[in-house]
Structure formats: C-alpha cells, structure tokens
C-alpha cells in the first residue's frame, strides 16, 4: 500500500484537540451501558487504542476494572490527564494492538474505525490477539468504515467535515478524500483550523493518511478465523442504531469468543 496507515503524525499534531475534532461521533455513555448491560460489575475491560481515555473513563465510572492502551504517546498524555481529572482509575500503557498482551479480560473494546489503520494482513493478528486474550465467552466491541458504503456514497471534492464551537474554540475541518474501491483504501487528505474566540494565532494542519475499510462479509471471515463469533452489528456509534448494509457508514461489531 502507498500511503500511510498509520497517521501518527495526525494524532501527534491534534492530541490536544481530538475531543472536539472527533469525539462527537460517538455516544460513550450509551456504549458504556451496552458493554454493562452485557456484562457484570468489576468486569475486566481492555479498551485497545483508547485514544484520550474517553471510553475507558465512561467504562471506569461503570465500575469496569479497565485496562487501556495505545501506540501514540500524545494521545496517551491526554489520557493520563483526563483520567486523572475524572478521579476514576485506569491502568494506561503504551501498546500495540497487533503484538502486545495485557492478561486476560472479559472484554475489548476497540472504537473510532482504530482498525482501519491497519492492513488485511495486520488485522487478522490484532484480531487473533484480542482473542487470545478474551475468556470463553468474552466479548469484542470495535468499529470500522464501512467499505461497501463508500463505494456508493463517497463523497468527492472537498467539504466540510466539521464546523463547531467547543469552549473559547472554534474548529473547522476540510476533507479531500479519494476512495480506491479496489483496494478498499480511502486516502484522506485533511485541513484542520482553530481559532480562539479571542483571536490568538490561528492553528492549522494539514495531513495526508490512508485509511482501509472492510466490508462486513470480510469482517466476519476474519472474526471466524480468529474464534469470534458475531452477536450483533449496529450502523454507528453515536446512537447504536441497526446496521442497514451499504447504508450504515459504520459497522459496528459485538462478538464473542466461541
């Protein structure tokens, strides 16, 4: 693949503000009480590629025992400190969801399309990985862009994709994206704005990544071989509604270790 999947840079240059750039996509209070309502108080939860920890506090204050982890350690200086600030505890660890094993645990959550930035060959590792650490019965909740949505209804040419006020700051977000349907890879090419109320120096960045996207019959190959077992798909995060094929943007999995 040409691009970047990673799109480490991207999360180095926003950490600060990857709340308000992107955590309005999901509802994690309503994902919180899915992953209660499935499992017992004092559960052991893996949050895998946690990002600031916004999921993994919302599962802390449900009186989860949580273990959270990821790769970008901007992100994870974020995180220490709203966990720190949400006076809840959360075991923080650098970590590499294809590789790195933290004990065994009643569930894994792995949100906001984490899984995208990483290959066909990559991901059915990380999935084996999930796996193994999950106990029988154990449950996987994760996301991922939809492939067979965008190869109808990507958008083409350049839009906004956001366009808010949070606190004193405004932001405003431009995609130019391009999906390649054969390879399933959407390159996405981003401008990212911010600007005070108060009119401090405007910050900007630009970043360029790829993005693979799956569709929901690859998915649940690559869970089958991993010894998951699909229970339900949903089409987002925000309000977990049913998945309705190619037009969900999302597919939203829960799964169990068969």
């Not at 920890?53 to 599962?59: C, R």
């Not at 709203?82 to 650098?94: I, Q, T």
């Not at 704005?193 to 693979?212: F, G």
Request: proline share 3%; aromatic share 12%.
């Amino acid at each position: 693949m040409g691009g970047n999947l990673s799109g480490q840079e991207w999360y180095d240059r926003n950490a600060e503000w990857y709340d308000e750039l992107h955590g309005y996509y999901l509802d994690y209070p309503k994902i919180a009480g899915l992953m209660a309502s499935r499992l017992p108080r004092g559960a052991k939860v893996l949050d895998a590629a946690c990002g600031t920890a916004s999921l993994s506090i919302e599962l802390a204050k449900r009186g989860f025992k949580v273990t959270a982890f990821d790769l970008n350690e901007s992100m994870m200086r974020v995180a220490k400190r709203k966990v720190s600030e949400a006076g809840v505890h959360v075991d923080l660890r650098k970590g590499d969801m294809t590789t790195d094993c933290f004990g065994s645990f009643d569930a894994v959550t792995c949100l906001f399309n984490a899984v995208c930035h990483l290959s066909p060959r990559q991901l059915q590792p990380a999935l084996g990985n999930f796996s193994s650490q999950l106990s029988k019965g154990g449950l996987l909740f994760f996301d991922a862009f939809n492939a067979d949505y965008f190869r109808l209804h990507a958008k083409k040419g350049r839009f906004i994709d956001c366009a808010h006020q949070s606190g004193d700051n405004f932001f405003v977000r431009f995609n130019d994206n391009k999906y390649d349907p054969g390879a399933r890879v959407l390159h996405v090419n981003e401008e990212v704005y911010i600007q005070s109320i108060y009119w401090e120096k405007l910050h900007e960045s630009r970043e360029s990544y790829d993005m693979q996207l799956y569709s929901k019959p690859q998915l649940d190959s690559m869970l089958e071989k991993a010894g998951l077992r699909v229970l339900e798909n949903f089409g987002n995060t925000l309000n977990l509604k049913p998945f309705l094929g190619d037009e969900s943007l999302f597919i939203v999995t829960l799964c169990e270790k068969a």
